[in-house]
């Protein structure tokens, strides 16, 4: 359960993330859309575990990849826009959000549940 602090710093380091990656996303990946999905904090302050989902991407380890390995430079243009708002900027640390892909694969296989036929109740 999160604090309501870590809630609201999650929040500032999303919508942050957001403008980072609407303005700067194509310089790390060109033709890719990044969206962060969830922004969670440790109680500390001192980790942000950014989820990441991409779009138009075909090689999504290759992009997550590619994000980590810019992760400090991302650090640093974060910390230049929450600088009067905390005391330390917090680690990044960058992974895949696979929530859009589980619920697809479970709306298949509801989708093929309620093709079969039923069978009839037997009592």
């Known amino acids: 359960m999160e604090s309501k602090r870590q809630q609201k710093f999650a929040g500032v380091i999303q919508e942050d993330l957001a403008a980072i990656f609407q303005r700067e996303g194509m310089n790390y990946l060109p033709n890719t859309l990044v969206t962060i999905t969830k922004v969670r904090v440790t109680p500390d302050l001192a980790i942000a575990r950014i989820f990441l989902s991409f779009f138009n991407n075909a090689n999504i380890a290759q992009a997550l990849h590619v994000i980590k390995?810019?992760?400090?430079?991302?650090?640093?243009?974060?910390?230049?826009?929450?600088?009067?708002?905390?005391?330390?900027?917090?680690?990044?640390?960058?992974?895949?959000?696979?929530?859009?892909?589980?619920?697809?694969?479970?709306?298949?296989?509801?989708?093929?549940?309620?093709?079969?036929?039923?069978?009839?109740?037997?009592?």
């Open 69 to 123: 390995s810019h992760a400090s430079e991302i650090r640093y243009k974060l910390g230049a826009r929450i600088k009067d708002q905390v005391r330390i900027v917090p680690q990044l640390e960058f992974f895949v959000d696979d929530t859009s892909e589980y619920v697809e694969r479970m709306d298949k296989i509801f989708d093929k549940i309620s093709k079969e036929e039923r069978q009839p109740d037997s009592e």
